[in-house]
């Protein structure tokens, strides 16, 4: 249909636009010109031929897993009517609460940065510069007092703003009723029932192999574990993202697994890849922000260093604090319901050239933010690539475990598809859960780990 | 092709609802807008645009002018269009939407009044409705020009003049010419658009507090 091809015409344009900036074009466009020196090339069939030599050269293959990573997070086309509000989030009361929350976390951060007098940027004098590139390697070791930071928020305070979250349009009537919601999250969002869940993970059904079940030490290998990791192999040489997505809903072998995901994700450790990465690490150095003591009070808090368990408390720092100052993150929140926080530098208020981004990457990092960067450093130990595998995972999904949005893969629609499926199938557990006053624990607060004593949280109390 | 927006007055919706309508039990679920057009003369309609909010089915009938004496009548164009898959839950509630005269039941030729019906079954939702509703006729088409004879009734092909010894066939060069020509301007017209990656104004990052606008 008509509409169809022009819809497709639009996203094919505007995936070429944005690979046009991409450091996959310039090289493209560098060995397109190289490739004019090659015997094969002819003049009168320029076009075909150095198509045909991106083809077996592998070049091809890079294009094609660079369109299909654009894909992956390419928001659905939408109505041309729609403002870029709608596609951030349909639903306006969504956005509002996302907007409240947002504005109850920026004034958290004011207070905090007047009552301790500490400025929310400030540029390092040489002497400290120069000490902080010494023990880059080893900021574990470092003890700063932090006793006065407090953490912007803990998940419980954001579970609180989801319990509490309305559609104002709906009927939420005082007696019980079929209408009624019996978990936490009250609002009536579509998620999928098991026939549904069934026919999305068909590949975790039963007749399916998958490794860490059918790979135990019972089941002789050659039934399935044998022929998996050859497969792995194989995709993994052949270098193609979309086969290796498809591939690992299977499970990944454990030794390939580093590869997997980074194959999956895009990620090749080019050297202006690595070239990136020591340039945020320079505005590290130059730059000290108020952020960057939330960051050392979080990690030191929930993932510093323990003999046994996990020893990559210095990896953490090294991927938070440039993390923070990236600006290429901010392109996320096109997609994302929630918006950057703003400022002006001192005293040019309100005037436009003179407006930044506080953290220059958008993104206020909360208690237990480092969660989601500890359980990479256990496949990764080369911190650059370290920190590419880690923005890609935050922009493409760890954004949605913390805003509130209607999308189906983000943390309210996560929320209700456990406490419906539990109370579908478990409604004995569900009732008796709620009897004992243990719903936090019952519906979803599994998923919210309970702040530390020391936490303290939003509103102030500690 | 391009549009243009038809002004029209949306008269108040008007519930349907069987009973005594002050009853508190039960909210109406049928809702009929009417929406006429006082200054336009019967005009063909290319596209409704609007904002669902909340509403699950809609129909549309329209009334359309005739040519002959007979009176005109209302003829159903779309039937049921489903806005939200499910109407118990949110997908689809605050959406969107552009429905063109191809997916229409009828001609819409010479539109004079059309009634939207929207249906919302679900107890669930306080109210429904549609919002932002737009419609557009089609707009006027490109000026047509004429051609220079030549140009549309070129003439039959002449014979070719007889090929000079060691020179490459002109066909074959015009074309390559015009492969390379095609490419360079290509590049000629493509920029880059790559970020820039600073955060900071002049290598100044001292900040006032942050806003909350």
Redesign the interface.
């Known amino acids: 249909m008509l509409q169809e091809e022009s819809d497709l015409s639009l996203v094919i344009a505007q995936i070429v636009q944005k690979l046009k900036g991409s450091n996959l074009y310039a090289q493209l466009e560098r060995q397109a010109w190289a490739s004019l020196q090659r015997p094969e090339i002819k003049l009168q069939s320029l076009k075909e031929d150095i198509k045909e030599f991106f083809k077996i050269s592998g070049w091809e293959k890079k294009l094609q897993n660079a369109v299909y990573s654009e894909l992956s997070v390419f928001p659905l086309p939408s109505h041309p009517a729609a403002p870029p509000e709608h596609l951030k989030e349909p639903l306006v009361y969504m956005r509002k609460a996302q907007g409240s929350w947002e504005k109850r976390i920026l004034k958290s951060l004011n207070s905090m940065c007047t009552e301790l007098s500490i400025p929310l940027a400030r540029k390092r004098p040489v002497g400290e510069q120069k000490e902080l590139l010494n023990k880059w390697n080893e900021m574990g070791t470092d003890e700063p007092d932090l006793s006065l930071f407090r953490p912007v928020y803990a998940p419980k305070d954001f579970l609180e703003v989801l319990i509490n979250l309305r559609n104002p349009n709906y009927e939420n009537g005082d007696s019980l009723s079929f209408r009624t919601h019996l978990g936490l999250i009250q609002v009536p969002l579509k998620v999928k029932d098991i026939p549904e869940l069934k026919e999305f993970f068909v590949e975790l059904g039963l007749t399916t192999g998958q490794l860490g079940i059918d790979d135990s030490t019972q089941v002789p290998p050659e039934l399935f574990e044998n022929e998996h990791v050859r497969i792995g192999q194989k995709v993994l040489a052949e270098q193609d993202s979309a086969a290796a997505q498809q591939y690992i809903r299977q499970g990944s072998p454990t030794a390939l697994r580093a590869e997997l995901w980074a194959l999956i994700l895009n990620i090749s450790s080019q050297p202006e890849d690595i070239l990136y990465y020591e340039q945020l690490k320079t505005n590290v150095i130059q730059h000290d922000l108020l952020v960057d003591s939330l960051i050392y009070k979080d990690v030191k808090l929930t993932a510093s260093n323990d003999d046994y368990y996990f020893v990559f408390e210095d990896y953490l720092y090294q991927v938070l604090l440039c993390f923070s100052r990236d600006t290429s993150v901010l392109g996320h929140f096109a997609y994302n319901s929630a918006s950057p926080p703003k400022s002006y530098i001192r005293g040019k208020l309100g005037l436009e050239e003179y407006a930044v981004f506080y953290p220059p990457n958008g993104v206020i990092p909360f208690h237990g933010f480092s969660m989601y960067v500890a359980p990479l450093c256990f496949l990764y130990h080369e911190p650059s690539k370290l920190y590419q595998i880690f923005r890609e995972m935050y922009v493409r999904f760890f954004f949605r475990l913390h805003s509130i949005s209607s999308h189906p893969s983000g943390i309210v629609s996560l929320c209700l598809l456990f406490e419906t499926l539990l109370q579908t199938y478990l409604p004995q557990l569900f009732y008796h859960l709620r009897e004992i006053g243990a719903q936090p624990a019952g519906s979803c607060c599994v998923c919210f780990p309970s702040s530390e004593p020391d936490g303290g949280d939003i509103t102030g109390r500690s | 092709m391009s549009r243009v927006s038809v002004p029209c007055h949306v008269k108040g919706t008007v519930a349907l609802q069987v009973g005594d309508v002050r009853t508190s039990q039960g909210r109406p679920g049928v809702l009929v807008i009417d929406v006429t057009f006082p200054s336009v003369a019967p005009f063909e309609l290319q596209e409704i645009?609007f904002?669902n909010?909340?509403t699950a089915f809609l129909s549309i009938r329209v009334r359309q002018h005739t040519s002959t004496h007979t009176p005109p009548k209302w003829v159903t164009c779309l039937r049921d269009y489903c806005l939200m898959?499910?109407p118990?839950?949110?997908?689809g509630?605050?959406?969107?939407?552009?429905l063109?005269k191809h997916q229409m039941l009828c001609d819409m030729a010479r539109v004079l009044e059309l009634r939207l019906i929207l249906r919302q079954p679900s107890?669930?939702?306080?109210?429904?409705t549609v919002e932002?509703l737009q419609i557009y006729q089609q707009g006027p088409k490109s000026p047509s020009m004429t051609f220079p004879k030549w140009l549309s009734h070129p003439v039959p092909c002449e014979q070719p003049a007889p090929l000079i010894e060691g020179l490459p066939d002109p066909s074959?060069v015009s074309?390559?010419v015009q492969?390379?020509w095609a490419?360079t301007e290509m590049i000629r017209a493509?920029?880059?658009?790559?970020?820039?990656?600073?955060?900071?104004?002049d290598g100044?990052?001292?900040?006032?507090?942050?806003?909350?606008?």
């Open positions: 645009m904002k909010y909340y898959p499910d118990h839950s949110e997908e509630a605050q959406e969107y939407i552009s063109f107890p669930l939702w306080v109210s429904f932002e074959r074309s390559e492969q390379m490419l493509s920029h880059t658009s790559t970020r820039i990656g600073r955060f900071d104004v100044c990052y001292d900040l006032n507090l942050l806003s909350y606008t």
